[in-house]
C-alpha cells in the first residue's frame, strides 16, 4: 500500500493535516507506525470528523491530545464516534462535559472494542456490588477501571473488602487503588495488622485511608503510617 503511494499526491497532505490537527513533529513516526492507514483516508473524510469533534465542543487541546494518543481515532466514521459518545453518555448515566473529559483522557475508549467496557460494568455491578452513582464517580476518576483486567479488579477488590473489610464507600472515594499492584496492598496490609494498626474506619482513632495505604512510598508508609521503620518491614516481608 506505502509503495504505491506518492508523497506530493497523498502523503503530504495528510502529513500537514495532522500537524494541523496538533500532532507533534516527534510524534508523527510513531502515529504513522501504529497507523499507516490514515495516508489512504480521504482528506476531506478526516476534517469532516475533526469538524465533528469540534461540534461536539471537545477543544483544540483535547482533539490534540486525543488524535496523538488513539491513532486510529480519525479512521472512524463521524456516525461511528457519535455513537460511542452516545454509548458512554447513556451507560454511565453521565453529562455532556463529563462524558467529553472521560473521552479525552482515555481517547481508546473511542476506538476499542465495547465488550471489555461492558464486561468491567457487568462485574462492577453484579458481581462487586457497586451502586450506579458510585461506578460513575471511579469510572470518571479512573478511566482505565473501564479497560482493567477483569482478573485484577476483582481480586483487588475481594482483598480489600472482604479480607480488610473496607466497605464500597470508601473503596468509591479512592478509586486509585485498583491501580495499585495486590502485593504492595497485601504486605502493607499484613505489615499494619502485625503491627495492631490496620485500622481503616475513619469513625475510629488512628484511621488509615487508601491513599495513604496504596500511594505513598514505602519510607513514608512505614515512618508516618506504620510508625516503624523501612528495615522493619523489609525484614517482615522476608517472613512472608
Do not use: W
Request: hydrophobic residues 40%; contains cysteine.
Amino acid at each position: 500500500m506505502l509503495l504505491r503511494l506518492d508523497f506530493d499526491r497523498d502523503i503530504k497532505g495528510r502529513l500537514l493535516f495532522l500537524k494541523d490537527v496538533g500532532v507533534d513533529d516527534q510524534l508523527l513516526g510513531a502515529f504513522l507506525t501504529r497507523n499507516p492507514f490514515i495516508l489512504t483516508e480521504d482528506i476531506e473524510n478526516l476534517q469532516m470528523r475533526i469538524q465533528y469533534l469540534q461540534s461536539k465542543k471537545f477543544s483544540k487541546e483535547a482533539i490534540s491530545r486525543m488524535v496523538s494518543r488513539a491513532p486510529y481515532l480519525l479512521n472512524f466514521s463521524v456516525e461511528r464516534l457519535d455513537n460511542r459518545l452516545g454509548f458512554y453518555q447513556k451507560e454511565l448515566g453521565l453529562n455532556v462535559q463529563k462524558t467529553r473529559d472521560l473521552v479525552t483522557r482515555l481517547p481508546r475508549l473511542l476506538t476499542g472494542s465495547l465488550e471489555p467496557v461492558k464486561e468491567n460494568l457487568k462485574v462492577c455491578r453484579i458481581e462487586l456490588g457497586f451502586r450506579e452513582n458510585e461506578i460513575q464517580h471511579m469510572v470518571t476518576n479512573v478511566p482505565k477501571l473501564l479497560l482493567a483486567s477483569k482478573k485484577k479488579v476483582t481480586r483487588l477488590f475481594d482483598y480489600l473488602h472482604n479480607t480488610m473489610g473496607i466497605p464500597h464507600h470508601l473503596i468509591t472515594k479512592f478509586p486509585q487503588v485498583f491501580n495499585g499492584k495486590f502485593l504492595r496492598i497485601k504486605d502493607r496490609h499484613l505489615f499494619l495488622e502485625h503491627l495492631g494498626r490496620a485500622q481503616y474506619d475513619p469513625t475510629q482513632p488512628n484511621y488509615i485511608s487508601l491513599d495513604k495505604l496504596v500511594a505513598t512510598p514505602d519510607y513514608v508508609f512505614c515512618v508516618e503510617i506504620a510508625k516503624g521503620t523501612l528495615l522493619d518491614f523489609e525484614a517482615f516481608q522476608k517472613t512472608l
